[in-house]
């Protein structure tokens, strides 16, 4: 089946330690999206890709990067987690954006840091 | 900036309707998302509905779109334990990017 796969779906890391996240995706959308969603709250995107493109959130702190380096996978590089980064992260592809194409998410990867 | 609210809790007893309700504040709104999500799992859309409509039934899902109170409400009705999880509302502007309720807890008990 079609699907958004993220690995692992859980990750412990070190404070200050570099992390990275993967997504893939079988349904060949054009836009990939990194929610980050703490506990108790609802996601907050970091930033997404269309295509190529890169869109930053303007809130989305330096030390949360992104990589696509083709349509099917995109990664989240975490370069100095701290504490409060802990959350489940989750990836979202859409066929396109400024239209009614919805976004399907994957089953996130929760990140522990300790 | 946009917001858009939730009620944190809600509780019901097997086999009666649930009716989760949301408002927001982005008057610019044009589609308007039920999403579902499971303990440790992600999110799963369950309906959507355009701001020109202002009812969608799909099964046992309604969704009530009020646009000038800015209110949308999802009913679950026959509630089962299965539907126990935690529902997010969310909007989006054209298809921008979606900005999503606080969630509501759906608790089911026998």
């Known amino acids: 089946d079609a699907m958004v796969i993220q690995n692992p779906r859980y990750q412990v890391t070190q404070f200050g330690k570099p992390v990275t996240l993967s997504c893939s995706q079988t349904?060949?959308?054009?836009?990939m999206y990194w929610y980050q969603q703490k506990s108790s709250q609802a996601p907050k995107l970091l930033f997404h890709y269309y295509d190529k493109d890169f869109n930053n959130e303007a809130d989305t702190p330096d030390n949360f990067q992104s990589r696509r380096p083709n349509t099917s996978f995109c990664f989240l590089d975490i370069r100095s987690p701290g504490l409060g980064d802990a959350a489940m992260y989750l990836c979202?592809?859409?066929?396109?954006?400024?239209?009614?194409?919805?976004?399907?998410f994957g089953p996130g990867t929760r990140l522990t840091v300790l | 900036g946009e917001d858009v609210e939730q009620s944190l809790f809600l509780s019901v007893r097997e086999g009666d309707s649930s009716v989760i309700n949301c408002t927001y504040t982005?008057?610019?709104?044009?589609?308007l998302y039920w999403y579902k999500q499971e303990p440790g799992a992600g999110l799963q859309l369950l309906t959507y509905?355009?701001?020109?409509?202002d009812m969608k039934q799909d099964q046992r899902l309604t969704v009530l779109l009020n646009k000038k109170d800015k209110h949308l409400s999802l009913r679950i009705a026959d509630t089962q334990t299965g539907d126990s999880a935690i529902y997010f509302c969310?909007?989006?502007?054209?298809?921008?990017?979606?900005?999503f309720g606080t969630g509501t807890r759906l608790q089911v008990f026998p």
């Open positions: 349904l060949n959308h054009n836009v």
């Open positions: 969310a909007e989006s502007s054209f298809g921008d990017k979606l900005i």
């Open positions: 982005d008057s610019s709104s044009t589609y």
């Open positions: 509905i355009f701001s020109n409509m």
């Open positions: 979202a592809t859409s066929r396109d954006q400024g239209t009614v194409d919805t976004q399907y």
